[in-house]
């Protein structure tokens, strides 16, 4: 049996740093990876599907040329080298985190597949580790829901689309939230045919539906064909293809297509960590169970990351291991409780988000202000020739503190942090009507529209 001070399971968003400060700090620690370093973000989510959506946009301008004043003639594209310029960041990102990991001094890496043995041991590769304290970062997978036909056809994940080097002639997408729709808008843009499914009556059914809808209007003006409503789904091969039947009644609806992502969901990576054998509790859906600093319900062991449920993103699980470390080395003690839920949709344009949907300020039953500005107005958007989607901002009446805002626009996923550092310090939203703002950026717009907050119904 080897020894060390600290055993961490998975080396996703938050398990390489938590090792780098355990090290250090002068202690013992082992990671564990049974597959990539660096986890879902660098090998098969934001990492590459960020660097996949920066070719769809780029191609998607020059085929704008003619708005901006230039020719390219056909854009043609070369899906090789959109996937070979994929890799290459992705895979520098692999390899950072690696030689990162095993040129840190203290820090022991071993690849397998780790599981617990009790409450202090951690069985890998036929060899047993034992430590005080254990973390487990084990991340979480795309789901694949027992549809009927799912596993007559060969259906493709995130993870798969990584490895696809060809062009679907017609991608049919099963699921409209935020993965799926990243996808199809890239693979339209590439040039593939595209179809949303999705059970819901709108795309994205956790935002607003106002946001649904702007989303909606996005995708559909380039092309992208969208089936709500599809509450009873299920898979068929045709020809060298796919069909997705959409309704349960005597005269199903259908699209047929040559490829289908599944994205639908996520599920955690816990039902093969022998949790049991150290009881370790989790939820129905197989969710580790933490309090709010991150500790299991067993004395000496932490999950962080997508696995414990608290969080689905990078900064998610990158914030978890600056909670647990906080309370670990500096005797600060931070709580999940204390965060503000913020995401991108990295559609374009993207979708920047912080604090409470419309839904939930309407149940926590305060009295709020929302002040809404279409991206048409803002003077930057105009310029650049990007003027989709809109600035929306609610306020707590009474405190006249920000409870939360959606830009959906150019710039979006960077302006929303104004209004989320403003969140944090807890000031009113008057104080950035004080600030002066750089001209022309989208920014600057918002002090004008904090000035036309009237009631939120
Ligand atoms: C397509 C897609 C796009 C995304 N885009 C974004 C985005 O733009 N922004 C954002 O914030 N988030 C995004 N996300 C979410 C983000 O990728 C995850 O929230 C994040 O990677 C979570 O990291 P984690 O630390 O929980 O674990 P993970 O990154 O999932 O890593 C867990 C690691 O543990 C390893 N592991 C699992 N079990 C074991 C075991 N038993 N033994 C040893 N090793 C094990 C796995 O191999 C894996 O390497 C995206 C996700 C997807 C799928």
New binding site residues.
């Given amino acids: 049996m080897k020894h060390f001070d600290a055993i961490i399971?998975?080396?996703?968003?938050?398990g390489p740093s938590l090792a780098a400060r355990f090290a250090g700090a002068g202690k013992t620690v082992a990671i564990?990876?049974?597959?990539?370093f660096g986890?879902?973000?660098v090998n098969?989510?934001?990492i590459p599907?960020?660097t996949l959506v920066a070719s769809a946009y780029a191609i998607h301008v020059a085929r704008r040329g003619a708005e901006y004043g230039f020719a390219t003639g056909d854009v043609r594209v070369d899906i090789k080298r959109v996937k070979a310029r994929k890799d290459a960041v992705s895979g520098r990102s692999n390899k950072g985190v690696e030689d990162w990991l095993r040129g840190t001094k203290n820090c022991t890496v071993i690849q397998g597949?780790?599981?617990f043995q009790s409450t202090n041991t951690v069985v890998v590769n036929d060899e047993v580790l034992q430590a005080g304290q254990i973390f487990i970062?084990?991340?979480?997978r795309a789901s694949v829901p027992d549809m009927p036909g799912v596993h007559e056809v060969p259906f493709l994940t995130?993870s798969s689309m990584m490895d696809i080097d060809f062009l679907p002639e017609h991608l049919i997408v099963v699921g409209g939230s935020y993965?799926g729709l990243?996808f199809a808008q890239m693979y339209r843009r590439f040039g593939s045919q595209v179809t949303i499914v999705e059970m819901g009556p709108r795309l994205i059914g956790r935002e607003d539906e106002d946001i649904s809808q702007a989303v909606r209007e996005i995708l559909e003006a380039e092309g992208i064909q969208i089936r709500l409503n599809a509450k009873c789904i299920s898979l068929a091969k045709r020809d060298s293809g796919v069909v997705v039947r959409m309704d349960c009644n005597d005269d199903p609806k259908e699209v047929a297509g040559t490829h289908v992502l599944l994205a639908v969901g996520r599920l955690p990576?816990t039902s093969?960590?022998g949790l049991d054998r150290a009881g370790i509790a989790t939820d129905r859906r197989g969710y580790i169970t933490v309090d709010d600093q991150l500790q299991t319900n067993v004395p000496g062991i932490w999950a962080?990351?997508?696995?414990n449920g608290r969080g689905?993103?990078?900064?998610t699980?990158y914030n978890d291991y600056e909670i647990v470390a906080d309370n670990l080395f500096n005797a600060d003690h931070r709580r999940v409780s204390d965060r503000i839920q913020a995401?991108?949709l990295?559609i374009d344009p993207p979708l920047g988000r912080c604090g409470m949907t419309d839904a939930e300020i309407r149940t926590s039953g305060r009295r709020a202000l929302v002040a809404k500005y279409p991206m048409v107005r803002v003077s930057r958007a105009y310029e650049k020739g990007e003027t989709q989607g809109f600035i929306k901002i609610c306020v707590d009446a009474e405190t006249e503190q920000i409870l939360g805002a959606a830009i959906l626009g150019i710039g979006g996923d960077e302006v929303i942090h104004v209004l989320l550092d403003v969140m944090y310090a807890k000031a009113p939203y008057t104080v950035i009507q004080r600030a002066m703002h750089i001209h022309p950026t989208v920014a600057e717009y918002l002090p004008t529209i904090l000035a036309k907050l009237e009631p939120f119904v």
């Fill in positions: 399971i998975g080396t996703g968003q938050a564990i990876e049974r597959n990539k986890g879902t973000c098969t989510g934001c599907t960020k597949h780790a599981r970062n084990v991340g979480g995130n993965v990243e990576n093969d960590l962080l990351g997508d696995c689905a993103f990078t900064h699980s995401y991108a990295y």
